[in-house]
């Protein structure tokens, strides 16, 4: 992880109803699921830092506005040309710097490609955010130079709050994100790396919720120190890999799988002998048979009881409202809980895009699919995608004429996928015509 205090794509400039960061060492970092204002915007054209408003406030468009006059005000809640606007669904935030003004209607980065609108049109950036300095008064605690990474972990798991992050949806503790939170927050002070590496031993923790949260902090940062603890038990009973943990901070169970999986692929071009090693382990993972591969949930509450808690968080949601979307959501995660390998076949290349693996992967595709049937269409996705085309095309050809020659799908069955795949896949008559008179001939 990059230890730049910068807030990601420059900067959010949000509406009224999201928090405006006034704490100038706290940041906007993707690996924390709660959006936030940046704090410390500064333009480039007249050097000023960047003034936001408070929620609510807009700016009657019929006045001319004296932006220098604007930026100077104390309270632009007594100002003529300041106005409660009505919008749609959230309170608009008003920002100024001493040439320029922007409205916020919904959370936006600085850094866009200005298609929409709602896209800021601003010479703004984030000017970057100090380390936090020791001794550290949070919410509920205070972290100090003699505080160790383990004590601070169990505080947190025990719901202690470093701060209140209006996470909305949030229904009760969340010291999944609040551990996330502190690892951004705390980047370039020394304990961030015992934070990570006392999160990390807590991966047996009896308690299936603390292990949802370690699983959590780990996709969310999957560079950082202490998850070789999680690869190696991974390695020790790939069995278990894709068994789930439930927690209130994210919609999906948590698995190892999960972790190894968003290891891959935000991994840099130069891997390194960890990546290696996961690398082998999904190759393993892919002829684990299905019926010794258990995707059971473990924990007292599921993730639809959760999702049920978090709508219930809504206005104007009845109890018959929630209960038909919780059925819909149900029946989303069950889906995901049936195949967790093969579904990353189809949908994140990047994990399996090195050639190598690839040939690998059309080489044993009967076997993949005697795994888990079924799986072949989800190597076969893999395999069309459009990526490295088309020098591996004929891995098309190669993993196909395996399928018709085992027979392991009636001709039919394999001419309709085919079919399919030409709205999204790379679809050539280089590999479609081959597999075709083999079909014809099978
Ligand atoms: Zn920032
Ligand atoms: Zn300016
Ligand atoms: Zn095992």
């Given at each position: ?25 706290e ?7 709660v ?7 500064r ?30 005000a ?164 790939p ?7 439930p ?31 996961i ?59 049936i ?5 990353e076949?189809a ?22 699919d ?11 996705t ?8 088309p ?29 399919n ?22």
């Amino acid at each position: 992880m990059n230890v730049d205090r910068v807030c990601a794509k420059s900067g959010l400039l949000v509406d009224g109803d999201t928090r405006l960061l006034t704490d100038p060492s706290e940041y906007f970092h993707c690996g924390v699921d709660v959006q936030a204002g940046c704090g410390r915007l500064r333009c480039a054209n007249c050097k000023a830092w960047v003034r936001g408003g408070p929620p609510g406030l807009g700016i009657n468009d019929e006045v001319q506005v004296d932006v220098r006059k604007l930026y100077a005000a104390p309270d632009w809640s007594v100002l003529p040309y300041i106005e409660k606007p009505f919008v749609l669904h959230n309170r608009m935030r008003f920002y100024t710097c001493l040439c320029t003004t922007w409205e916020a209607e919904s959370n936006e980065p600085v850094d866009n490609d200005r298609e929409f609108e709602s896209d800021p049109r601003v010479p703004w950036a984030c000017a970057g955010h100090p380390v936090p300095k020791l001794p550290l008064a949070l919410k509920d605690f205070t972290i100090d130079a003699k505080m160790r990474g383990v004590e601070l972990v169990d505080k947190v798991l025990r719901g202690a709050c470093p701060r209140e992050l209006d996470r909305p949806f949030s229904f009760g503790p969340e010291p999944g994100v609040w551990l996330a939170w502190l690892y951004v927050y705390l980047q370039g002070l020394a304990i961030t790396d015992q934070l990570s590496a006392a999160i990390a031993d807590r991966l047996t923790d009896p308690d299936p919720h603390v292990v949802g949260r370690v699983l959590y902090y780990f996709s969310q940062f999957p560079r950082a120190a202490g998850i070789e603890k999680l690869v190696a038990k991974a390695e020790a009973d790939p069995h278990r890999v894709a068994v789930g943990y439930p927690i209130p901070e994210h919609r999906s169970a948590l698995t190892l799988w999960g972790v190894l999986v968003e290891r891959l692929k935000h991994a840099p071009k130069q891997r390194d002998e960890l990546d290696a090693r996961i690398q082998s382990l999904i190759t393993k993972l892919l002829f684990i048979p299905l019926s010794s591969l258990p995707h059971d949930d473990v924990g007292p509450t599921t993730t639809a009881e959760f999702e049920g808690k978090r709508r219930a968080t809504l206005r104007g949601w009845d109890a018959a409202g929630i209960a038909s979307w919780v059925e819909d959501f149900a029946r989303a995660r069950k889906l995901e809980r049936i195949d967790a390998i093969g579904d990353e076949l189809a949908r994140s290349p990047g994990i399996f895009d090195d050639p190598e693996m690839r040939q690998y992967i059309a080489d044993h595709i009967i076997e993949i699919d005697a795994a888990a049937p079924g799986r072949w269409r989800q190597a076969m996705t893999l395999l069309t995608d459009w990526i490295h085309k088309p020098e591996e095309g004929h891995l098309i050809v190669i993993a196909g004429s395996r399928i018709i020659q085992a027979r392991l799908v009636p001709p039919a069955e394999f001419r309709t996928w085919i079919k399919n795949r030409r709205d999204y896949g790379w679809v050539r008559d280089e590999w479609v015509l081959p597999l075709e008179t083999m079909l014809k001939q099978s």
